[in-house]
């Protein structure tokens, strides 16, 4: 992946045709990319509009490289946090006037202070973490080799992808990929997924689908929405199956499934 996704969840004050809209906002940036974000005005524009009275007109700035991407936080008052929704509490402080501060996280949640009961966040998926081949990592950089694709084991993407694969590593001959919903289901039991959502298993399959596997291209037929993201599941299982990607190793990172109940003879 060479450049970053940002997306602002709906309903958290985000611009739809250059004025403030509930709506989901997504920004794709490219290496040498910036994006501001604020409250924004017509003298301030801003490519992230935050709708809330205690956040600066320009509260700050994304600015992307090669390898990772960089926050400037514009604010005078106020430090910034950047969450790692995946590292178990793990998260950055940004202080105010902080100028450039790099980000390590793969996946990150920026979060906003604000006078209400809840703060304003989006989040920040970040260029691809490259990783070397185990059985190739001597000599000079310039002649290691690195993975095709670089997933995170550890990552949530990656429970969604194996719970995706899940019955044909079983052997189940399916007629159809899981669905949102029954990949929700299939991970509730997961400490890291209590509070896994249709909505964010739908943009894991999009980040599998667009930056990770990059089938995004291929995978979406010109009929409804529905099947896009039909089409998308199918892409991503195909590649990870054929490339052995996810393995019958990886069913160990899924919960345990339910027994079927016996009801007597």
Known sequence: MSGIV????????GVVDGEPSGDAVTLRLGPGERARFGRGSSTTPVELR???????????????????WQLSNHSTTHSYLVENPEGAGEYLRVPPRRAGAPIPFEFSRVVLPTRRDTTVSFQVYAPDHVYLDPHGTGGSWESRTVMAYSLDETATYFLV????????????????VPTTPQ????????????????????????????????????????SGRGDRRHGKREAVVGVALRFGIVREEHLALLPPRAEPTLRGR
């Open 6 to 13: 940002v997306h602002l969840p709906q309903g958290s004050g």
């Open 50 to 68: 935050l709708a809330d009275a205690a956040i600066s007109r320009f509260a700050g700035e994304i600015r992307v490289t090669d390898d990772h």
């Open 161 to 176: 992808l194996a719970a995706l694969c899940e019955p044909w590593l079983r052997d189940q001959s399916p007629v159809a």
């Open 183 to 222: 990949v929700v289901e299939r991970l509730r039991g997961h400490a890291a997924c209590a509070r896994l959502t249709a909505r964010a298993v739908s943009s894991h399959i999009d980040y599998l689908a667009e930056e990770k596997l990059r089938v995004g291209a291929a995978a979406a037929p010109e």
